[in-house]
């Protein structure tokens, strides 16, 4: 799956998205799903066992599924 950008070891990813003007965004860690999202980015917690009891998120759980996003993203955008 072609991508633009990968950030890595950012402590703060909301700011660091931001900074890219990344508009959407996938992660396993609650934590930084709401650095994220309180940034007014797109995100999605990717479920996995440790967070999967957790409620009140925008949930994908496979990478299928992410593709169909970003696929619907780009289609709308024309």
Request: proline letters at 3%; aromatic letters at 12%.
């Amino acid at each position: 799956m072609p991508f633009d950008k990968l950030l890595v070891n950012q402590l703060d990813k909301g700011a660091a998205c931001k900074k890219e003007n990344i508009d959407i965004y996938f992660d396993d860690e609650p934590r930084n799903y709401k650095s994220v999202e309180s940034s007014g980015i797109d995100v999605y917690l990717f479920t996995k066992y440790a967070n999967e009891l957790l409620e009140d998120y925008k949930r994908v759980n496979s990478i299928k599924e992410i593709y169909k996003i970003i696929k619907n993203k780009e289609k709308n955008k024309v």
